[in-house]
């Protein structure tokens, strides 16, 4: 507070001015007899009474009027803490950017910083105007449009009280660029985006946050320091239970522990490595606990926890998923005998290991006759197989029917297969091998494989496989000979899909693989492969397709809380697949045509990094809009004082008129 504003406000004390004066008022003079007193009738009690009363009253009024005068006098220098727009006197198209990442959750003073952002950007809404256009984006990973931008206020307003918390990572740089692409399409000439962030996106070393547009981060004050551990995975390998712990400074663990939760109750724990949690330094730890062997057999999902408490709630849990690689590939070549003339492995191995796809490849000798042995894959590749026998056949007729890819590529041995083997479920009739004279694929029709499909043009095959007619009409026709017939197929298969290529990948056959459109190829498959897996565990804010035809899954509560059931998921239909980008940590599970699948969701670690993200100076500038206006109530403070002056004038004239009402006329004898 200003000194000019506590010399304003000392005028109060002035009050003490009626106080005194009523003081001296009530003083009585010394009481002497006076002879013809007798004559004058006594006064009666209530008199003295309404005396009194009215002395009170006119005291309150008198004090209440020099409180209002000094109150007057220090309107002008009073500033409220409100936010408003600042603005040259047109209207504004603003959008209002609201950052709902995890480390928004952070609380300061009991309120999380998330509701404080919430309630300045309904401060901002109210000081809109008729004619302003509002947007709002969520600047949490990724970047969404909440409210495109419209004049309706009312409907702004109702966007911001829907917005929730969420354990997302931050993308500043995505939200404004997605601020930027709105305002570009207003009108109005004045444009800008309000954000109200931390800034904590975990990227304090980045270059300073580049900005097209004008820009103000209105709540500065939210990025603060605050002491955070996240524990940002549990895996289960056979008895062990190995966790990854993320502090922001290394005092924040201490104390604490990792427990091993089952059916809540306490299995395993551990205190983490002696003298971890000494110091400011962040700090970055893998404990692995140990179960009993009563333990490792409880049927109860496991959950890992943070005991104590720190910044965040929300990361001090951790669903335990157990070791897997569903998104490897499995590879049967039955032409290995290749491997003499290429000098290593066969040329799919080779090609795999070439492109650095991130998918671990499986040799395999031949297709697995149970389905458990096909579990750990989420794609097949099969080349040139004689035939599948019944066990094979129902082992891939699972996989596919649980979402599993299947490239099977065809050649001589295909067309010749022992009895009782067949290529179900893929092709359902026999497929025939013969010599070709035709040299390359259609130029008009080679759009799968992009700019390497030219490298095609004068492919030279020994022979091609032909399908069934029946076959060939179930299955989608990707690319085609120069002569029409197919040479790249797909089709679905239960949950899963088909591949079917009408050459061998054998260099003693054609030279396919020696193209780049055979890479091409694989690039794809594996591509497909990793967008159908099923991971067990991934980054909260990455999308998920599920491919069913009926899809239901419930999700964790808001607080993590793993004994409470969550509330049904929202589906969004995108063809044959269901979407869905999960926003809150924890363990979701799903029902797809009626089989349950559960997968987890982990924090980013990044979010438990709350130093600031560098922004230019201009961006934190408080007159970019009005952070502090001026407010001006003197008018009410005048009139309210001009009412104090006319009730002391009222009352004063009504208690006289009644004192001398009740004055009793005096008899003279």
Not at 56 to 83: D, N
Not at 89 to 108: E, N, P, Q
Not at 407 to 429: D, F, K, M
Request: charged share 25%; with cysteine; net charge neutral.
């Amino acid at each position: 507070m200003q000194f000019v504003t506590i010399l304003a406000l000392a005028i109060g004390l002035l009050v003490a001015a009626p106080y005194l004066a009523h003081r001296l008022r009530r003083r009585q003079a010394d009481e002497r007899a006076f002879p013809p007193a007798h004559l004058v009738p006594a006064a009666l009690p209530k008199a003295r009474r309404r005396s009194a009363l009215e002395d009170k009253a006119l005291f309150s009024v008198r004090t209440a009027a020099v409180i209002a005068l000094a109150l007057l006098g220090a309107t002008p220098l009073v500033r409220c803490s409100r936010l408003s727009l600042a603005r040259g006197g047109a209207s504004v198209a603003i959008v209002l950017v609201l950052d709902d990442s995890m480390s928004m959750r952070a609380k300061d003073s009991g309120r999380s910083r998330f509701e404080r952002a919430r309630e300045g950007a309904r401060e901002i809404l109210a000081s809109a105007r008729e004619g302003d256009a509002v947007a709002v984006v969520m600047a949490g990973t990724p970047p969404r449009i909440a409210l495109a931008p419209t004049s309706d206020i009312d409907a702004a307003k109702s966007a911001v009280d829907a917005a929730v918390e969420s354990d997302r990572a931050t993308d500043l740089d995505g939200a404004i660029a997605m601020a930027e692409g709105l305002l570009q399409k207003q009108p109005h000439v004045d444009k800008r985006a309000i954000i109200f962030s931390d800034r904590a996106d975990g990227r304090v070393d980045a270059p300073v946050l580049a900005t097209g547009i004008r820009v103000w981060f209105a709540m500065p004050d939210l990025a603060k320091d605050a002491a955070d551990c996240a524990l940002v995975e549990a895996t289960r390998v056979g008895a062990l239970v190995r966790t990854r712990v993320q502090c922001n400074h290394a005092s924040a663990f201490s104390g604490r522990e990792i427990v091993i939760m089952a059916g809540g109750k306490k299995i395993a724990s551990s205190l983490g490595p002696p003298g971890s949690s000494a110091g400011d330094a962040p700090l970055a730890m893998e404990p692995t606990l140990q179960l009993t062997p009563e333990a490792a057999a409880d049927p109860h999902d496991l959950v890992a926890q943070l005991t104590g408490s720190d910044a965040i709630a929300s990361d001090d849990l951790a669903a335990v998923v157990t070791q897997g690689s569903p998104g490897a590939l499995a590879v049967v070549s039955y032409g290995r005998d290749e491997a003499v003339a290429t000098g290593g492995p066969p040329v799919i191995e080779q090609a795999l290991a070439a492109l650095k796809t991130g998918v671990p490849a499986t040799p395999l000798p031949v297709v697995p006759d149970r389905s458990e042995d096909l579990a750990p894959f989420a794609g097949l590749i099969v080349d040139d197989p004689p035939g599948l026998t019944p066990e094979e056949r129902r082992a891939m007729g699972t996989f596919l029917d649980n979402g599993g890819l299947v490239l099977l590529a065809l050649g001589p041995r295909a067309a010749s297969p022992p009895l009782g083997a067949s290529l179900l479920p893929a092709l359902t009739q026999p497929v025939r091998w013969g010599q070709t004279t035709v040299t390359g694929i259609d130029p008009k029709n080679t759009g799968f494989f992009g700019e390497s499909g030219l490298s095609l043009e004068n492919v030279e095959a020994r022979g091609r496989t032909t399908l069934a007619d029946d076959d060939q009409k179930a299955f989608d026709v990707r690319a085609t000979w120069k002569d029409g017939a197919p040479l790249l197929l797909k089709r679905a298969v239960g949950r899963g899909e088909v591949w079917v290529v009408t050459l061998p990948l054998s260099a003693d056959e054609s030279d396919f693989p020696l193209r780049p459109a055979f890479l091409t190829l694989l690039d794809a498959f594996a591509a497909e492969t990793i967008s159908r897996a099923s991971p067990q565990r991934t980054e909260v804010g990455l999308p998920w397709l599920l491919r069913g035809k009926k899809v239901e899954g419930k999700g964790p509560v808001a607080d993590a809380d793993p004994t409470k059931e969550g509330p049904p998921l929202t589906l969004v239909k995108d063809g044959p697949m269901s979407r869905i980008v999960p926003g809150l940590v924890g363990a979701y599970v799903f029902t797809i045509d009626g089989k349950p699948e559960r997968r987890v969701v982990a924090p980013a670690p990044r979010e438990v990094d709350f130093r600031p993200r560098k922004v230019p100076d201009a961006a934190l500038d408080a007159a970019e809009g009005n952070g502090h206006p001026k407010m001006d109530v003197s008018w009410v403070l005048a009139l309210v004082l001009l009412a104090l002056f006319a009730a002391e004038l009222g009352m004063r004239a009504f208690f006289r008129s009644r004192s001398e009402s009740n004055i009793p006329p005096v008899s003279v004898r």
